[in-house]
T-cell receptor, first 112, second 114 residues
Framework: NAGVTQTPKFQVLKTGQSMTLQCAQD?????MSWYRQDPGMGLRLIHY???????DQGEVPNGYNVSRSTTEDFPLRLLSAAPSQTSVYFC???????????FGPGTRLTVL | GQQLNQSPQSMFIQEGEDVSMNCTSS?????WLWYKQDPGEGPVLLIA?????ELTSNGRLTAQFGITRKDSFLNISASIPSDVGIYFC??????????????FGPGTSLSVIP
């Protein structure tokens, strides 16, 4: 099993550009989440999904869109990148009835 | 919404020393999770606690679920260089509108001096 994979590992964008961060898991987990990590702020939940076709907002959803068309994939879209979105982004997945989340290796995004 | 606080924010210790850190909240949690993040990696679950007063060990790590349900503690005995990283506490939200969300604290950064 590859676990949770994320692409790309690094990305530099200009203000106003759009892009999609990819996340996939091969563990057949129902739940998937996107977090951003900033120094001293811990991990803040952006969006999450409890199954294919179902998504909901987390603590900091503004400027991000998600969709969940399959169990395996949960892409995160930045519609118009802003410098405030410079961060490290982590995707995570877990089974419905278990609390252990499995995290991907992260995407380091810089917006100039 | 619910928030978690962690202290200390950072620690610098000598190899071989014991480490204590804690996590507190103004609201109760029914599960406490402790994660470790190695530099450049995603967090990995160390210990999960499900019952008030529970004390659970994982090798040199011991964690406790506070009696009030509003705090949890993590101890590391005889620290070694590979203990370096950020330690996060986390818990599934107990708010009716947020049961599916897992909330993370800001983390405690641990540095071990050989």
């Amino acid at each position: 099993n590859a676990g949770v994979t994320q692409t790309p590992k690094f990305q530099v964008l200009k203000t106003g550009q759009s892009m999609t961060l990819q996340c996939a898991q091969d563990m057949n987990h129902e739940y998937m989440s996107w977090y951003r990590q900033d120094p001293g702020m811990g991990l803040r939940l952006i969006h999450y999904s409890v199954g294919a076709g179902i998504t909901d907002q987390g603590e900091v959803p503004n400027g991000y869109n998600v969709s969940r068309s399959t169990t395996e994939d949960f892409p995160l879209r930045l519609l118009s990148a802003a410098p405030s979105q410079t961060s490290v982004y982590f995707c995570a997945s877990r089974e419905q009835n278990y609390n252990e989340q499995f995290f991907g290796p992260g995407t380091r995004l810089t917006v100039l | 919404g619910q928030q978690l606080n962690q202290s200390p924010q950072s620690m610098f210790i000598q190899e071989g020393e014991d480490v204590s850190m804690n996590c507190t909240s103004s609201s109760i949690f029914n599960t406490w999770l402790w994660y470790k993040q190695d530099p450049g990696e995603g967090p990995v679950l160390l210990i999960a606690l499900y019952k008030a007063g529970e004390l659970t060990s994982n090798g040199r790590l011991t964690a406790q679920f506070g009696i009030t349900r509003k705090d949890s503690f993590l101890n590391i005995s005889a620290s070694i260089p590979s203990d370096v990283g950020i330690y996060f506490c986390a818990g599934p939200s107990t708010m009716k509108t947020s049961y599916d969300k897992v909330i993370f604290g800001p983390g405690t950064s641990l540095s071990v001096i050989p």
